[in-house]
């Protein structure tokens, strides 16, 4: 029973999206017959989340939607792109990417919705985008039709690393000082 934080660890590494420590709590008490507390399977995985803090460690234990992820350390994602980048043959085109971006800023949102902003047709790219996961059908609108909302997905968040829509940065944060027209007048 000494050894319960490598058994989270590996719960952990297996798990292809974030874990939430009520799927760790229910897969300890599943296998070893007894109950574990919220603040137990926390006080593990603080434990685990400062041993991975060492420099020897390239990888960390972070927390990302609503749940836990080894993911690479800051320092190492370059290299890591790089090798991201060599094997990615399926990426996702401009248009799909400007669709995800549209549906994660105005979720929930119709497909005529997006279209409206982008301005043509999104079926393609919609598809795709539910074919990765990366949205997920929301619901169905009260308008005429009622057309189907889309929202992200879990995946999304995994992806990008965020435990909540509030976290994308903002519009602002998108706007270049150095691009204006005209002289500044102070």
Excluded at 27 to 50: H, K, R, S
Aim: proline share 2%; aromatic share 10%; charged share 25%.
């Amino acid at each position: 029973m000494e050894d319960i934080e490598q058994y989270i660890q590996a719960l952990v590494f297996v798990s292809e999206q974030s874990i939430r420590t009520e799927e760790i709590i229910y897969c300890l008490q599943a296998a070893f017959g007894q109950d574990f507390t919220e603040d137990e399977v926390n006080t593990y995985l603080q434990n685990i989340t400062q041993r991975y803090q060492d420099k020897n460690f390239a990888i960390e234990l972070v927390k990302t939607n609503n749940g836990y992820q080894f993911l690479t350390k800051k320092a190492y994602h370059q290299v890591v792109s790089l090798l991201q980048q060599q094997r990615s043959k399926k990426k996702l085109s401009q248009a799909a990417l400007e669709t995800l971006a549209i549906i994660a800023y105005k979720q929930p949102v119709t497909k005529p919705d997006v279209e409206q902003i982008r301005g043509v047709n999104c079926d393609y790219s919609i598809q795709k985008l539910l074919e990765k996961e990366l949205i997920a059908i929301v619901g169905k609108s009260e308008a005429i039709g009622k057309p189907i909302l889309y929202g992200t997905s879990s995946v999304f968040m995994d992806y990008f690393g965020i435990n909540s829509i509030n976290e994308l940065p903002q519009i602002k944060d998108f706007t270049d000082s150095a691009i204006s027209i005209g002289e500044q007048t102070e």
